[in-house]
């Protein structure tokens, strides 16, 4: 792991945050996805978690930040029951635009931007990414704990050292 400066850190624990999103979305079996909790689906819990992250990772004060196309009113509220359901597709497909995006941001922040303010914004870019951390890991953390009360199952996660899996792999540890 490079770590000569603040934006090859932030980029490479956003990699592996990001990969443990997409490994957690696919520990969700079928049978889950639409189970309640907290008197909404799991799947909300996921939309609610990915919409965050791609609203607040860059900058929620963006005037061109375009809703995804699978949006309607209140779909990321947990506290509104919504008449619209996603698909595992939908989620998935939402989640690569997320981590595309994120991506291609990281790739061209430098340290010395990360104090700046984006256009429209009270918070620097720094406060934006770190709290997505937070937020993304406290989502991250609910749904993890429905799998493993619901399955008995605990979904992989890459901590601090270990390396990516490459190729087939087994998602639960």
């Given at each position: 792991?490079?770590?000569?400066?603040?934006?090859?850190?932030?980029?490479?624990?956003?990699?592996?945050?990001?990969?443990?999103?997409?490994n957690?979305?696919?520990?969700?079996?079928?049978?889950l996805?639409?189970?309640?909790?907290?008197?909404?689906?799991?799947?909300?819990?996921?939309?609610?978690?990915?919409?965050?992250?791609?609203?607040w990772?860059?900058?929620?004060?963006?005037?061109?930040?375009?809703?995804?196309?699978?949006?309607?009113?209140?779909?990321?509220?947990?506290?509104?029951?919504?008449?619209?359901?996603?698909?595992?597709?939908?989620?998935?497909?939402?989640?690569?635009?997320?981590?595309?995006?994120?991506?291609?941001?990281?790739?061209?922040?430098?340290?010395?931007?990360?104090?700046?303010?984006?256009?429209?914004?009270?918070?620097?870019?720094?406060?934006?990414?770190?709290?997505?951390?937070?937020?993304?890991?406290?989502?991250m953390?609910?749904?993890?704990?429905?799998?493993?009360?619901?399955?008995?199952?605990?979904?992989r996660?890459?901590?601090?050292?270990?390396?990516?899996?490459?190729?087939?792999?087994?998602?639960?540890?």
């Amino acid at each position: 792991m490079n770590q000569n400066t603040l934006t090859q850190i932030i980029e490479e624990q956003t990699n592996r945050a990001l990969w443990e999103v997409k490994n957690v979305i696919d520990c969700v079996p079928e049978e889950l996805w639409n189970k309640k909790y907290c008197e909404m689906p799991c799947w909300k819990h996921i939309y609610h978690m990915l919409h965050s992250l791609d609203l607040w990772y860059i900058n929620p004060g963006d005037m061109n930040f375009r809703e995804p196309d699978i949006h309607e009113k209140d779909l990321n509220n947990l506290d509104v029951i919504s008449p619209k359901v996603l698909s595992r597709k939908e989620i998935e497909s939402y989640f690569a635009c997320i981590e595309t995006k994120i991506q291609t941001y990281l790739s061209e922040l430098t340290d010395e931007q990360l104090l700046e303010y984006p256009q429209g914004c009270e918070y620097c870019k720094f406060t934006l990414i770190l709290a997505q951390f937070r937020h993304l890991h406290s989502h991250m953390g609910m749904i993890m704990g429905f799998v493993i009360d619901d399955m008995g199952l605990w979904p992989r996660v890459l901590g601090l050292e270990n390396p990516f899996p490459d190729g087939q792999y087994d998602k639960y540890l």
